[in-house]
């Protein structure tokens, strides 16, 4: 069973910087060899955004409202997904949480995520 595990969320100052990571089950890590891995994350009142995704080939994409400022990456073992957030704003606050598409690279649909990890940015 995939299971998918966020850390690394809290609060900080506007400008500051956050870097998530989302822990895979080693059953996903050995099952498939095709996947895309996003990051997501909700604010209260406004809709899911997706906010970055790198797929098995290593191709990533950000949203135009993280360009510049996020960088998603996994560690050499691709057991671990990252999310580095700098110069964070008050808009940024909301739960992150990771997501997993499987034996496909086309990052449309995903079906497994985590519980979520909560950032807040104060102004």
């Known amino acids: 069973q995939v299971q998918l595990a966020e850390s690394g969320g809290g609060s900080v100052q506007a400008g500051g910087s956050l870097r998530l990571s989302c822990a895979g089950s080693?059953?996903?890590?050995?099952?498939?060899?095709?996947?895309?891995l996003a990051w997501f994350r909700q604010a209260p009142e406004k809709t899911r955004e997706r906010v970055a995704t790198?797929?098995?080939?290593?191709?990533?994409n950000y949203a135009d409202s993280v360009k510049g400022r996020f960088t998603i990456s996994q560690d050499n073992a691709k057991r671990f997904l990252y999310l580095q957030m700098d110069s964070l704003n008050p808009e940024d606050t909301g739960v992150y949480y990771c997501?997993?598409?499987?034996?496909?690279?086309?990052?449309?649909?995903?079906?497994?995520r985590g519980q979520g990890t909560q950032v807040t940015v104060s102004s």
């Open positions: 997501a997993a598409g499987v034996a496909t690279t086309s990052c449309v649909d995903f079906e497994y």
């Open positions: 790198v797929d098995s080939d290593g191709v990533t």
């Open positions: 080693r059953y996903f890590y050995i099952s498939y060899d095709r996947y895309c």
